[in-house]
């Protein structure tokens, strides 16, 4: 590959710096120093190194960038202005990026977001960043996906310093080598600049080196301001077996003499402060580098891959008792006795011999989330991230970018551990399936670190949220109460673009629904009718709940139950279902609360009528040896609803 001169590098730099500090002056916000740090590795790559078309930056085999140091967006951002390339949400939007655009930096109606964003029209990258340390997890996420359609893309990937001390980068450095994904190439900048003060001799560029050459990676370091240095560490892409990695020595704010300092994180130049630090970078670049050679224009993208896709809506599924028999899970039919787990399982497995993107994530507890079985079946999509959970949400992200349909698992208490990681995805608009297994208090004899029951009360926040059309939530959850729910429901969450979430449970429970039962975004079943009052739950609590209505009709008491399966849920058909049954109305989940209970309550307070109390766990968990004993503990018996029953009647007396 023939790479400019480094007069010519240096000039280019030139030019685009002061396009990264013009821009963030009249922002009044940005980053300017880490922008400038990073400076002439984004001209070595996007000039001449990534083969890809900036007019084209959804075409399939183009080599990817990731930005992991996500605040350090407007060097890449000038750099594509300068090409020409391409913005817009989709193709049908797209038009090209101009210089005078740039002026529109952090804006309201701009592409340009403060760190890096495809949802908000920027389609060079291709998942959100700028919470720290996920970058690198993304471009093994993007690299797989490159591996299964046969693609030569290349995933490159900027990482700050600082952001390696988040234990992220090494679960995604020991994932990456393990993988064997040559395709990656990480780019490491080294500044020695946090944003309080210097980093830790830990992330020192010596020390970064020597722990990923411990990783497995082959490992270059070289001044990062250097052009010819950058040029040489890049011949080295895909001439070994490990993964590369170039550890560039760089200065936060470089070509600018005011920020090459202690305290210029994340600050701006003044109008005042703006000639100076112009004049001081071209004092850097043009004066000491004259010429008039120019930089080229990127290489064009190598064909190659075979990406094969189907459309879920128009596959055709086998029945529930079909599904378990391919499973291996037919004779579980006889015993009448059924998880949810395993009915998550069956459906797994169908959808991956239906439909070539479906691929899986676990996080080594594949015996217990059930996704073994979708292992045995296909293999070759399966991948097993070990007990690194935010590495595999955010590899899922990549895989997503990359046109697959990722279902992430692990028990919801461990998938707790990547929330950031799972709310960078509903940032990215990421079409991601997680599935948590072994929630609410029903693990019982292990004790509540196994429990999940945080899960709820953050996803539902996040179903909240409306998604770009306005109408749409921007993420969904499912919480099925038998396997044939949850056989139906992964169905639903494959044919639903966007972020789901499932929870199962551990518990083998009797079937409640038939072959024909239908389920529906934002819906919910009426299994009992009853006219004092509505008992609405969802998951295990059903199961517990029925029990509790067995015990209210010996009272005479005629509650409803109501299995709300799906949140965000159906507002005004919920709360014409509650007026039918009293306008009172106990929800009843096995986690802590603002989950269910405060979804339902915020139903009736929008009617404006009725009365909603929330039952949820009333004590910390702890073993048990019994599930029933784990509810008793925590307040959830049938009993103990029963009991909250009747004081909300008595009450209304």
Partial sequence: MAFASAAAVHRKVG????????????????HPSSAMGIA???????????????ASPWH????????????????IYAAYADLGGTVGKSASDARPLTVSDLDTLRARSSPLDGHPNPAEGFPFFDAATGSLGQGLSVAAGLALGARLDGSPRRVYCLVGDGESREGQIWEAADFIAEQRLTGVIALISANGQGQAGPVSVQQSAERLAAKLAAFGWNVVTIDGHDPDAIASALEFVGQHKQPLAIVARTVKGWGVETFQGANWHGKPLSEAELPAALASLRKQTHEAHPGTEQVGRPPAPIAGGNSRRGDPREVSWPSFRDALESAGMGGLLKKGLIGTRRGYGAALK???????????????????????VFARAHPERFFECKIAEQNMVSVGVGLSAAGFVPFV???????????DQVEMAAI???????????????PCSDGPSQMGLLDVAYFRSLTTVRGDDRVSPIGWLFHPADALAAYKLTQMMLSTHGLCYMRTHRPEVPLLYKDDATFELGGFTILSPGDDLAIVTAGYMVHACRQAIELLARQNVRAALIDAYCLPIDGERLADALARSGGRALVVEDNFGGGLGAAVAEVAARRGTGQVHALHCQRMPKSTLTPEDELDYVGLSPGHVADHAMSMLRAAR
Avoid: C, W
């Avoid at 396009?19 to 002056?25: A, E, G, I, N, P």
């Avoid at 698992?409 to 929330?419: D, E, G, T």
């Avoid at 990215?428 to 029903?442: D, E, F, I, P, Q």
């Fill in 15 to 30: 030019q685009l710096g002061e396009h990264v500090l013009r821009m963030t002056t009249r922002a009044g916000a940005g």
């Fill in 40 to 54: 002439h590795l984004a001209v070595r790559l996007m000039y001449e190194q990534m083969r890809y078309d900036p």
């Fill in 60 to 75: 399939p085999s183009a080599d990817r960038l990731v930005l992991s140091e996500g605040h350090a967006v407007p060097i």
């Fill in 350 to 372: 169908v959808a991956g011999d239906l439909l070539p993107q479906v691929v899986v994530l676990d996080g080594d507890v594949s015996n217990s989330t059930i996704s073994e």
């Fill in 409 to 419: 698992n692990s028990f919801a208490k461990f998938i707790a551990r990547a929330y």
């Fill in 428 to 442: 990215s608009r990421a079409n991601l399936k997680l599935v948590g297994s072994h929630s609410g208090v029903t």
